[in-house]
């Protein structure tokens, strides 16, 4: 319209770097997702987000308890409860931790904890795809150096900490003084892109074989991100420490309640000094208001939720979902089309995540969403370059007939595929439909 505004000069060159996202196909968008789509796509994988049984336990529980609707504050000033404190012990409890913190969401926490909590001259080694909120505050640390490791790789952990050891880095100039640098070692239990699960175990015996588990002074510390196995992972949904019975020999968890549990916030799971210390350093947790009652009731009505009987044969549907949509997807019956040009995971996940690689995962995801199946292509920068995916998460909510539904469809678009390409190959031979043309320039990317 003419009488808008002229842009200003920042605006300029904002627009200009949007408009380079947009060519490279990498523009973020607000989308919504439709009821009748079925959901391949959320973080809810236990489907509790429309679970009746569970709203209506939260309503009682917001009657019952009947706090007021505004935490009023900080934490630290008037946004503490005796609710708040009660929920962090019990769940923490849950986890077979000794204390817990409560954070408005799990970015925060993540961010928070990875600013303050190593020191000056101390190192954090880490997989290289964990979440951005790691990288975040790693990067307002001040004091800690920060090595990648290789991707679910022991060896590569190995390599990095001998290295660290051999080197100058772990106690150049602290020795008799600090004593040596501590070492923190950042990793998932579920990779949110890609849906592997970590060698925890491996990981932890790795950590104490080359430094030891901290006690003696210096020594590792490692780091577990949960959020992908909150709810779905280890008995009763308590996730990967818990299944492999790690909980005294990790530093400290995060589980978020902002996926499986469909709530929001997370919490730090550690010991009571690292607790306190986190209330003192944390700034994402100092300088913001706290939870508000309506989270809190909805974080202990999914912890009920997990305690009770109806938790475990949605995890059980869950898991047998997870098998039949991997033996679907790799049956030898599946066409030469559809294993040429998708990128399969190899061995069954553990997790409800799949990662399905191929050249233009916006095309599949947009003739998936036509067809009333939700799933989102992911591409760079969120995921490593040439990585670009369709994600497919399954839920509790899903039935074998969606999942057979959803690898019919991907077997079609292949097929289609495949004959856009032979046909572009012979030089066509007639002239092509509107949405066939629109087809053909998505090929004459590949
Ligand atoms: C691995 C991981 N950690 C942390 C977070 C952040 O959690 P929240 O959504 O509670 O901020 C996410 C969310 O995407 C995640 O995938």
């Known amino acids: 319209m003419d009488d808008q505004p002229p842009l200003t000069p920042l605006e300029t060159k904002l627009k200009h770097l949007l408009t380079q996202r947009h060519t490279n196909s990498t523009l973020r968008t607000l989308t919504l997702t439709s009821p009748s789509q079925a959901d391949f796509s959320s973080n809810d994988f236990l489907s509790l987000s429309t679970n009746s049984s569970l709203k209506s336990s939260f309503l009682q529980e917001l009657h019952r308890a009947d706090l007021p609707l505004g935490s009023g504050g900080s934490r630290l000033l008037d946004g503490n409860s005796h609710y708040a404190e009660r929920l962090e012990r019990d769940v923490a409890s849950f986890h077979g931790a000794e204390a817990g913190l409560l954070f408005t969401s799990g970015f925060d926490a993540?961010?928070?904890?990875?600013?303050?909590?190593?020191?000056?001259?101390?190192?954090?080694?880490?997989?290289?795809?964990?979440?951005?909120?790691?990288?975040?505050?790693?990067?307002?640390?001040?004091?800690?150096k920060t090595i990648p490791f290789e991707h679910n790789s022991v060896a590569d952990l190995r390599r990095v900490l001998t290295s660290l050891v051999e080197g100058e880095e772990l106690g150049a100039g602290r020795a008799g003084r600090e004593g040596k640098a501590h070492v923190f070692v950042a990793v998932e239990a579920v990779y949110s892109?890609?849906?592997?699960?970590?060698?925890?175990?491996?990981?932890?015996?790795?950590?104490?074989?080359?430094?030891?588990?901290?006690k003696g002074g210096g020594g590792g510390y490692v780091v577990v991100d949960e959020a992908h196995a909150t709810g779905v992972l280890g008995p009763g949904g308590r996730g990967l420490v818990c299944a492999l019975g790690l909980e005294r020999r990790v530093f400290a968890r995060l589980h978020t309640f902002g996926k499986a549990l469909a709530g929001n916030g997370a919490i730090i799971l550690t010991s009571p000094t690292l607790r306190t210390y986190l209330?003192?350093?944390?700034?994402?947790?100092?300088?913001?208001?706290?939870?508000?009652?309506?989270?809190?009731?909805?974080?202990?009505?999914?912890?009920?939720?997990?305690?009770?009987?109806?938790?475990?044969?949605?995890?059980?549907?869950?898991?047998a979902l997870i098998q039949t949509l991997f033996h679907l997807l790799t049956s030898p019956a599946r066409s030469p089309a559809f294993t040429s040009q998708l990128r399969l995971p190899s061995t069954c996940p553990q997790s409800p995540i799949f990662s399905i690689q191929l050249q233009d995962p916006k095309a599949l995801a947009s003739f998936l969403q036509k067809r009333e199946m939700m799933v989102r292509a992911v591409v760079p920068p969120t995921v490593p370059e040439g990585t670009q995916r369709v994600r497919v998460c399954l839920h509790a909510g899903n039935t074998v007939e969606d999942v057979r539904r959803l690898v019919g469809a991907m077997g079609e678009w292949c097929e289609e595929q495949a004959r856009l390409a032979d046909r572009a190959k012979d030089g066509g031979g007639r002239e092509l439909e509107e949405g066939e043309r629109k087809e053909e320039v998505v090929l004459a990317r590949l």
């Open 279 to 319: 209330l003192n350093y944390a700034r994402p947790l100092i300088y913001t208001t706290s939870l508000p009652f309506s989270s809190l009731a909805l974080i202990r009505t999914s912890y009920a939720f997990l305690r009770s009987p109806p938790h475990a044969p949605l995890a059980a549907h869950l898991h």
């Open 193 to 214: 892109m890609d849906g592997d699960v970590a060698p925890l175990r491996e990981i932890v015996d790795t950590v104490e074989d080359v430094l030891g588990d901290g």
């Open 110 to 144: 993540n961010a928070g904890f990875f600013a303050c909590v190593p020191q000056r001259g101390d190192v954090v080694v880490f997989d290289a795809l964990v979440h951005a909120s790691v990288h975040d505050g790693m990067r307002l640390s001040r004091s800690a």
